[in-house]
């Protein structure tokens, strides 16, 4: 039994020194991935198989889409729904209208001159605004419309009674013609504050329709502007108006260009800015911009049409405030400029130089002594 148990120990003890590895410590020694492995992957998992992007052109679906923020795309409705608008009525504020495409932009690629040439040079014509859906200035001009309608009708009938309860009472116990008098001038009293009311009601419900919508620029010999508005009542033809380019100018003091906003047309001040129509019986017709709208290349290109302005003032797009900023810094200058020179009471000094050469002129023209007067101006 002995020499048949020393052959398995033996065994056994050749078995226990083998060098053995358990899974376990193997799997220890395996390098683990990295922290940036991981995000690697996770990159990679995001991006598209082919790194080259689709040369594909967008759906029919994705085009009418497009075509619904394209200016010039869609086609004007005059319908009531066109002028309820959509609740949260802060959608109303948010810019709808995208650049239309080919129009040049002024920057690296074109400058102010070439863009306004090629405008010049157009053979058709050409799209140079379009104005953002007005839903919120019908939904305004509506409600102000029924406050100032409601106020002077209650006016209205305020004035009859008062008239009339004053007629019978006769307090002052007038004879008849005078209380016809004090009855009619009662009445007229406050239908006057009444009349008023009316107007601005009549006012606010006709302001969408000097609205602009659409602006076309017409080349030819003699330039037109082709511009479209809003009908008074829903569900009548949009109104087409044509008009020289002449005729149409914008108020003096107020430029297109601010340099703020997309096309440099945005002002915190005013939300419009304003066109008047110089009509053939002589009087002026104004007509309503909105300032939030897509314009052809940028705001300069309309302060050169209806400004009346040069290229260069077009071009520098200096704001008036600017422009008057500059004046006075350079009054500024010129005053204490003289300060320096003649001192403290310049003013007094400069009033009396003046005064002297009146005076000087006077004995000049008195006497007949030419050197006092001033020399004759060189005529052209």
């Not at 009349?195 to 006709?206: D, M, N, R």
Request: glycine share 6%; with cysteine.
């Amino acid at each position: 039994m002995m020499m048949l148990l020393i052959p398995r120990m033996g065994l056994n003890r050749s078995i226990s020194r083998l060098p053995l590895q358990p899974a376990l410590f193997l799997r220890f020694k395996s390098n683990t991935p990295s922290q940036k492995k991981k995000q690697q992957k996770k990159t990679q998992s995001h991006l598209p198989a082919s790194k080259t992007p689709k040369k594909t052109l967008p759906s029919e679906g994705e085009w009418k889409h497009l075509k619904l923020h394209i200016p010039g795309e869609q086609v004007q409705k005059d319908s009531i729904k066109e002028r309820i608008p959509k609740f949260p009525l802060a959608k109303e504020n948010v810019p709808t209208l995208l650049p239309r495409p080919g129009v040049p932009q002024v920057g690296k690629d074109f400058t102010f001159r070439q863009v306004v040439r090629i405008l010049k040079n157009k053979t058709s014509p050409e799209l140079i605004y379009e104005s953002e859906p007005h839903r919120l200035y019908f939904f305004m001009c509506f409600c102000g419309s029924i406050v100032f309608a409601v106020y002077g009708c209650v006016l209205f009938e305020w004035a009859f009674f008062v008239a009339n309860k004053e007629y019978e009472e006769n307090e002052k116990e007038q004879k008849d013609v005078l209380r016809r008098r004090d009855w009619a001038i009662t009445v007229l009293m406050y239908l006057a504050p009444a009349a008023v009311l009316f107007a601005l009601a009549y006012g606010a419900i006709t302001f969408p329709t000097r609205m602009i919508r659409r602006i076309y620029y017409l080349p030819g010999p003699v330039e037109h502007i082709k511009f479209t508005s809003y009908p008074l009542i829903p569900g009548r033809a949009t109104p087409v108006y044509t008009v020289p380019l002449e005729n149409l100018s914008r108020r003096r003091t107020a430029r297109v260009w601010t340099g703020k906003g997309f096309y440099g047309t945005s002002d915190s001040s005013l939300f419009y800015f304003v066109l008047n129509e110089k009509l053939p019986s002589g009087s002026t017709k104004s007509w309503v911009v909105d300032r939030k709208g897509f314009f052809w290349s940028d705001g300069r290109v309309f302060d050169y049409l209806f400004g009346k302005e040069t290229l260069e003032e077009a071009e520098a797009g200096v704001p008036y405030d600017e422009q008057f900023g500059i004046i006075n810094r350079e009054m500024k200058k010129k005053r204490k400029q003289l300060k320096e020179e003649h001192g403290f009471f310049w003013r007094y000094k400069m009033a009396g130089q003046e005064f002297e050469k009146d005076v000087r002129k006077l004995l000049g023209f008195v006497t007949g002594d030419n050197k006092k007067l001033p020399p004759p101006k060189d005529k052209k």
